[in-house]
Structures are given as structure tokens and as C-alpha cells.
């Protein structure tokens, strides 16, 4: 059954580093998601991407983060200087652009943030 | 724009009792709506989803949740409590945001222990 595959499983940095979170969609995939877990607390919507662009962002998703598709396959999320409240798990994942709105999920990537 | 109340964040049964988690939504177009279960350090894996067919669905699991749109409620149940259902219940309202673009946005979760 097709998947949606992020690495690292684990990162841990420094503070003021940069972080590069990987993704590979499920193929036939057309739009493509960040959510954000911080320990404890609610999935929260990071961006959604579509046709190379980013469609929607939500308030978190500020100058320090980027997204980008630099192949065919796979989505990264850049976390340009790192802060201690970055720390959370980060699940990838996307929907094929059907009517009925389900996002398959990658099984996560934990940003331990020092 | 659209959310999600979940009532309890931490919900205990015992083993071979009822599960009742409760889910309640808000939103400005029909929704979609789905339940998700994440056990200790993994992702999140979908149990099932309402999506304007059948108000009543069956997941994965021996779960299932009933839509009902007079209560904006999608509560999940489970007849039997098994040990091995111990974990984080989230639900989740899907809205279009534009095209075919969905978003999700998910409750604050529900903690499942199952006691022997």
C-alpha cells in the first residue's frame, strides 16, 4: 500500500541551526501538507502546497520556515534558525485532490531542538 | 472556518467496557470528518472517516462514530475496551480551503487508558 515516508525519524540540533525535514508524498499525490505536534498538545496546521506553491500558511509558518519540492518526488520543509520552541514532532503528508478531504500521514519526524 | 471540541482529554475504562470518546465540530460548509489514533511515538493512523455517505461508521479496530448533524457531533465507540487500544484519539474536520485543497484541523486529542 503506498505510503507517505519522512526522514530524519529523529534530529537532534543545536539552537541557530538549520534544519531540513524531508518528505516523499504518496506518487499520485497533488497537494501536500506540514503539520506540527509540539509535546503534549494538538496537531496544528503548518502550510499546505499545491502546483509548486504554497496555497495556504497558518500563523506559525512565519519567515524562519520554507517549503519546497525540489523534485518530482520529494517535499522539504526548511527551518532556517532553529529555537527551542521548534521542538515538536513534524508529520508530512497529502491527498490526492478527491472530494473527500482525507491527508495520509507519514509517521512523523522528531526535531529535538537543544 | 472550522474546529473541533473534544470533551475529556483524558477518558479511563476498563478492559471489555464501553469506549466513549467525544468529538463535537464547528463548521461553515459540510464537513468532513475523521478519527485518528497515535500510540506512543508513532505517526498517526486513521480509524475511520464520515464522509456525507453513511452517518454511521465503521473503522479499523472494532471503532465506529456516528455523525450527527442536529448535535455537530461525530463521537467515536467502542463496544469492548482491549488493553491494546491504550493510546491518543484525535478528531479532525476537513473543509475545503480552495480547489481541491483540504485542510485539516484536529481537536486537542483524548488520552485512552485501559485499565485490567
Known amino acids: 500500500e503506498p505510503e507517505v515516508t519522512q526522514t530524519p525519524s529523529h534530529q537532534v540540533t543545536q539552537m541557530g541551526q538549520e534544519v531540513i525535514l524531508r518528505c516523499v508524498p504518496i506518487s499520485n499525490h497533488l497537494y501536500f501538507y506540514w503539520y506540527r505536534q509540539i509535546l503534549g498538545q494538538k496537531v496544528e496546521f503548518l502550510v499546505s502546497?499545491?502546483?509548486?506553491?504554497?496555497?495556504?500558511k497558518s500563523e506559525i509558518f512565519d519567515d524562519q520556515f520554507s517549503v519546497e519540492r525540489p523534485d518530482g518526488s520529494n517535499f522539504t520543509l526548511k527551518i532556517r534558525s532553529t529555537k527551542l520552541e521548534d521542538s515538536a514532532m513534524y508529520f508530512c503528508?497529502?491527498?490526492?485532490?478527491?472530494?473527500?478531504?482525507?491527508?495520509?500521514f507519514g509517521e512523523g519526524s522528531r526535531l529535538t531542538v537543544l | 472556518a472550522q474546529s473541533v471540541t473534544q470533551l475529556g482529554s483524558h477518558v479511563s475504562v476498563s478492559e471489555g467496557a464501553l469506549v466513549l470518546l467525544r468529538c463535537n465540530y464547528s463548521?461553515?460548509?459540510?464537513?468532513?470528518l475523521f478519527w485518528y489514533v497515535q500510540y506512543p511515538n508513532q505517526g498517526l493512523q486513521l480509524l475511520l472517516k464520515y464522509t456525507s455517505a453513511a452517518t454511521l461508521v465503521k473503522g479499523i479496530n472494532g471503532f465506529e462514530a456516528e455523525f450527527k448533524k442536529s448535535e455537530t457531533s461525530f463521537h467515536l465507540t467502542k463496544p469492548s475496551a482491549h488493553m491494546s487500544d491504550a493510546a491518543e484519539y484525535f478528531c479532525a474536520v476537513s473543509a475545503n480551503s480552495g480547489g481541491s485543497n483540504y485542510k485539516l484541523t484536529f481537536g486537542k486529542g483524548t488520552l485512552l487508558t485501559v485499565n485490567p
Open positions: 503528508a497529502s491527498n490526492a485532490g478527491g472530494r473527500t478531504g482525507e491527508l495520509f
Open positions: 463548521s461553515s460548509v459540510p464537513p468532513y
Open positions: 502546497f499545491y502546483n509548486n506553491e504554497i496555497s495556504e
